[in-house]
């Protein structure tokens, strides 16, 4: 690693804190938060709960003008952590601001994890062309090795011990191909198979009765069908070949995987980082739509397949441990 | 709440329901206008049957529909060829939609001034819808009669030959609250009160549908905010909701979305709208037997 001076640079930077213990993620996040609030800018804080309370002990008053969230129920999919960022930056047009985003801590299960390292990879391209200075926390203490290495490998800059030097090991592709992995299947799962617009009504049907036997609510039988016909939906205009569905309970979810013959563009799928506001709209804001709704979703892509698998709670499900 | 559905046959509706069918055999829309017609006979109401031939062979039509021919009253039954029917923009084939409503609304007096209970009408209605221009118009009067059957004793059923229209004929078929089961994916059709209902589901194969209708029919409602009830959409994907929201922006006018808890509010709630908002039905949809469809 090579030292640099920490400067306010301009467009996005993302850095990541490797943090040991309370008292230097305080003096680090704080302080970074406290910069950002006297030069002006609009803060978003999203870290775990008990993280956001030791923020808000040492911000004291300050804490007020922050937007504070809590990581672990707005990120507990982090393809919806793009949404949540975007729409904080879309808020203050003409304004740099500063995220402090922890989506990654001891605990994180080993399949949201993946989507985790995506999405600090994919980050970089998404919020390029964005007047953002985003702050990731790695808990140094308790995180393994490979974990720090994945942020070593997604995060240009890296912070720790009071200092911040340019990452040696920066490679986000690298990151992107090692976590597109390939996802379980369910052979029990059900399937319908969608070949043309015009059989979206009926995938939708077919989801609604599927939901109805999980004994879905009203709401959650809306967003099955919401999940269903937008995956199906982006893979009809993506490929313009079929698309499997397929629907399986798995730990307390439904599962929706659509299964089909094409690749996105850059043999990677980066949510959106903002809401889609007209009728014609690039060919990822279904997966804007889906991203929104579900718990989790999961994506492999090859040169010749693209699997998603969106996770939708059945219920109450309990937090990822800390 | 009007009654609205998908049905199977053109039998039930009454005393009255505006019903759009698509048919690609004659003797299908024959058989719906021979059982539209015999509920209008049980209700005494004065009836016309129109189309492109002439009255000769219009009336032979009646004559061998089952029930129709032989049955008292049947005499009564008018047939008109459909440009004597149609008010026409002068030098046209296409219909001027607002004298054509000025039109049946006259016939409508004229009949209950007569005894009649109302004034029902069997119409082919593909002369008056082959070119664009033509269906352009034939929305908009489809949509302003919907309006006075809405709270008047008048219907039709308007019927499309699919054969000739092709996809072409839905874009008709869904301004009716009644359709066939395969005339269209959503229908939009008048509420009392409100600027308009929609009903049945929109996605991605139908989008393009019901951006079209959607430019047809705004005009023709001016309500500042436009109330749409969707509480009995089933369906409407994130495109068809930007494109709403986008139009309202382009056109400076506010859309309140009438819903319940199903997906329209739902994606409403997902995407960053600017025009639209979304409201509770003012009836609870929920509500044993509230807003049910009759599906005759």
Same mark, same amino acid.
């Given at each position: 690693m090579s030292k640099t001076r920490c400067t306010e640079p301009s467009g996005f930077t993302h850095s990541a804190l490797f943090y040991r213990g309370a008292q230097d993620y305080v003096d680090a996040v704080a302080g970074f938060v406290i910069d950002g609030l006297g030069l002006g800018q609009p803060v978003l804080v999203a870290v775990p709960q008990d993280n956001l309370a030791l923020l808000r002990d040492a911000l004291?008053?300050?804490?007020?003008?922050v937007t504070m969230a809590d990581m672990t129920e707005v990120g &507990?999919?982090?393809?919806r952590v793009f949404g949540l960022f975007g729409a904080f930056v879309g808020k203050h047009p003409g304004r740099r601001v500063r995220i402090v985003g922890?989506?990654?801590?001891?605990? &994180?299960s080993a399949e949201r994890y993946p989507a985790c390292v995506k999405h600090e990879a994919s980050a970089n391209k998404a919020f390029g062309s964005r007047e953002l200075m985003a702050l990731c926390p790695y808990d140094a203490e308790r995180l393994d090795d490979d974990t720090l290495a994945d942020a070593r490998l997604t995060h240009p800059l890296v912070w720790q011990a009071g200092s911040v030097d340019h990452s040696g090991e920066y490679a986000p592709d690298v990151a992107l191909a090692r976590y597109n992995q390939p996802l379980p299947y369910n052979p029990g799962a059900i399937s319908y198979t969608v070949r043309?617009?015009?059989?979206l009504s009926g995938a939708r049907s077919f989801a609604s009765r599927y939901a109805g036997w999980h004994g879905l609510s009203r709401e959650g039988i809306a967003d099955l069908q919401l999940i269903a016909t937008e995956l199906a939906t982006n893979s009809l205009r993506r490929t313009g070949g079929a698309c499997r569905l397929a629907f399986w309970p798995h730990n307390g979810h439904l599962v929706c995987e659509a299964r089909d013959r094409g690749r996105f563009e850059n043999g990677s799928v980066t949510p959106r980082v903002t809401s889609p506001v007209?009728?014609?709209?690039?060919?990822?804001s279904e997966l804007f739509v889906v991203n929104a709704i579900a718990d989790l979703v999961r994506t492999h892509v090859t040169a010749g397949a693209t699997t998603i698998q969106a996770y939708l709670r059945l219920g109450q499900v309990p937090a990822e441990a800390r | 709440m009007r009654k609205q559905g998908v049905v199977a046959? #053109? #039998?039930?509706? +009454? =005393?009255?329901g505006h019903l759009g069918w698509g048919f690609r055999d004659r003797t299908d829309f024959l058989a719906r206008a021979a059982e539209y017609l015999a509920d209008g006979l049980e209700q005494n109401q004065l009836m016309a049957y129109i189309g492109n031939k002439s009255r000769e062979a219009l009336q032979a039509e009646l004559a061998e529909m089952p029930g129709i021919g032989?049955? =008292? !009253?049947? #005499?009564?039954i008018q047939v008109i060829h459909v440009e004597e029917h149609y008010v026409f923009? =002068? !030098?046209?084939? +296409?219909?001027d939609a607002e004298r054509c409503v000025t039109k049946y609304l006259w016939c409508a007096e004229q009949a209950i001034a007569n005894g009649y209970t109302g004034l029902r009408a069997v119409s082919d209605v593909t002369p008056v819808a082959r070119t664009p221009e033509q269906r352009h118009a034939l929305a908009a009067l489809e949509y302003l009669v919907d309006q006075k059957m809405a709270v008047l004793p008048v219907s039709a059923l308007c019927a499309y030959d699919t054969s000739e229209l092709g996809p072409a004929a839905a874009e008709l078929i869904c301004l009716h609250p009644f359709a066939a089961t395969? !005339?269209? #994916?959503f229908r939009l059709y008048a509420e009392p009160g409100l600027g308009f209902a929609l009903t049945g589901e929109i996605d991605a194969a139908s989008d393009e549908l019901f951006i079209t209708t959607l430019r047809r029919v705004w005009p023709l409602v001016t309500d500042?905010?436009? +109330?749409?009830? +969707?509480?009995?959409?089933?369906f409407i994907s994130h495109q068809a909701l930007l494109a709403l929201d986008q139009h309202a922006r382009a056109v400076g006018r506010r859309v309140v979305l009438r819903a319940g808890r199903g997906v329209p509010a739902r994606l409403a709630d997902l995407l960053d709208l600017t025009n639209v908002r979304v409201e509770p039905p003012v009836e609870d949809p929920d509500a044993p037997g509230a807003g049910s469809a009759p599906a005759p």
């Open positions: 004291g008053d300050a804490a007020a003008e &507990r999919n982090p393809g922890e989506c990654i801590w001891p605990g &994180r043309k617009l015009a059989d007209t009728p014609h709209p690039p060919i990822d | 046959s #053109a #039998a039930g509706l +009454v =005393p009255f032989d049955r =008292p !009253g049947s #005499a009564g923009r =002068p !030098g046209s084939n +296409v219909i395969n !005339g269209s #994916a500042d905010p436009l +109330v749409i009830d +969707v509480h009995r959409l089933e």
